[in-house]
């Protein structure tokens, strides 16, 4: 007998965990933090449900902390096996778990300086060096490569579209069952990434739901970014950004390049704000045959990536620097939900002026400081302190990675037949349930939504 058990992302589109157990073997697929809600983040820290020693082997569809960022902890904890992935993936855990360590170590630190940690005294979750101990773990594999994991677990990777080496899981089990994880589905036609792969017909699919109850606004050839920018240039003020390091920084400067070529916009000092973002670019364009066809570079040596007034930020000093001046410029900073890091530096002073902009560009969790400025919060809590909103909080979701609606209705009519068994997994209930009634409508299959530790047999 085979189950499968729901660890994360299960109505809620964090955390993502997911246990195979088969054949006396455990797997498990993607190894994600919770984000967003104190209520999420606190089970980051409950006991792992089973004994990280007894599991055999982990699976990572992609590099989002939310997919990989509770791997240090686990490995910690005791977990001795490989971590398999794209080579893509590898390349940029070795940026994301690091800073995930530092970060968490900063955390535990504020709060034994301000003491407003119950716990005394505070802890990290994990630190940098269990992030550089869990590196060690990872094994990469090719696409479109089959690959026996445990016994009687096979795995293969194939293109999802979402992110430089993202994946969706083909495994197969002794006796023939087969299970889908979807990971997190790319979209189609969008710059930078290919297109995601064709689904495989399997037994059971896990499929995510984040934009389940929408679909993203047609593609307007960057003019949504373009009116933002030219309005916010028309006031004197800056543009701030806060970005997904991974990702989401390459798309943003791609179509900053393509309207300044196309002068759609007026040419500005670009400047890209995240030492993670910035290793995040060299990686990208290290495997730039992996990305859209059109992402070559038109002459040697020329980066992809940069625009033509292109600045890469070091050092604090200078982002302090970048801060406090006032010029006219698009500052691309992480995090992409606000919740931390040097764009709060940013944000705190461009807020209060009217002639800035904030602009999102991605997908902000409830909980999140991102999520309450796009709903209208009229002040933020900065580094210990309230900071009015006056600038204009802008969002656009065409520059979203996930698939929306109709893109993961496309994906999965691309099927032969119904999978005996489609779960929905990260999404929250409302976008979940909607997409659950559009598949019941369109298709005719019934969808589940399992709900946190659930375990089902397949």
């Not at 983040?41 to 082997?57: C, E, G, K, Q, T």
């Not at 990305?291 to 890469?312: C, G, H, I």
């Not at 705190?348 to 969790?365: E, I, M």
Request: charged share 20%.
């Amino acid at each position: 007998m085979s189950s499968l058990t729901f660890l994360g992302a299960a109505r809620t589109v964090t955390g993502s965990k997911y246990l195979l157990e088969h054949g006396g073997k455990r797997v498990l697929f993607d190894c994600g933090l919770f984000q967003g809600l104190k209520e999420l983040r606190l089970r980051n820290w409950d006991d792992f449900p089973v004994p990280p020693s007894s599991i055999d082997a982990v699976v990572l569809t992609h590099a989002h902390l939310d997919h990989v960022g509770y791997l240090p902890r686990l490995v910690a904890q005791g977990f001795r096996g490989r971590a398999f992935c794209t080579a893509g993936t590898m390349d940029l855990c070795r940026i994301v778990l690091p800073d995930s360590g530092r970060i968490q170590e900063e955390d535990a630190r504020q709060a034994n300086k301000h003491g407003y940690s119950k716990h005394h005294p505070a802890l990290p979750l994990y630190g940098e060096v269990d992030a550089h101990r869990a590196l060690t773990h990872l094994q990469p594999m090719g696409y479109e490569r089959e690959i026996e994991i445990a016994a009687g677990v096979t795995v293969e990777f194939r293109p999802a579209g979402h992110l430089l080496g993202s994946a969706f899981v083909v495994t197969t089990l002794s006796g023939g069952r087969t299970i889908l994880f979807g990971g997190d589905l790319g979209r189609y036609a969008r710059p930078v990434v290919r297109d995601p792969s064709p689904p495989v017909q399997a037994d059971v699919m896990l499929v995510e739901s984040t934009y389940g109850d929408r679909d993203h606004a047609p593609d307007d050839d960057g003019e949504a970014l373009a009116v933002v920018v030219r309005e916010t240039v028309t006031r004197g003020g800056k543009l701030i950004v806060p970005s997904f390091a991974i990702g989401r920084v390459e798309e943003l400067l791609y179509w900053v390049r393509r309207l300044e070529k196309q002068n759609r916009i007026p040419v500005l000092p670009v400047y890209v704000d995240s030492p993670m973002a910035t290793e995040a670019l060299r990686y990208y364009t290290a495997r730039v045959s992996e990305l859209d066809a059109d992402m070559m570079p038109e002459r040697k040596n020329v980066s992809t990536f940069a625009t033509a007034r292109f600045q890469t930020v070091a050092s604090p000093q200078q982002s302090k620097e970048l801060t406090a001046n006032r010029r006219s410029a698009i500052v691309i900073s992480a995090s992409g939900m606000a919740t931390g890091g040097r764009v709060l530096h940013h944000m705190a002073a461009a807020l209060p002026d009217p002639r800035n902009t904030v602009l999102f560009v991605g997908y902000q969790a409830a909980g999140t400081r991102g999520r309450a400025l796009v709903d209208g919060a009229q002040q933020v809590k900065i580094h210990g302190a309230y900071v009015p909103v006056h600038a204009r909080v802008a969002k656009i979701d065409s520059m979203s990675a996930h698939a929306d609606r109709g893109e993961v209705m496309r994906w999965l009519s691309l099927l032969p037949a119904a999978p005996e068994r489609l779960c929905l997994v990260h999404g929250e209930s409302g976008p979940m349930d909607t997409l659950k009634a559009t598949i019941v409508q369109r298709l005719g299959w019934e969808a589940y939504t399992p709900a946190h530790l659930e375990q089902v047999e397949i």
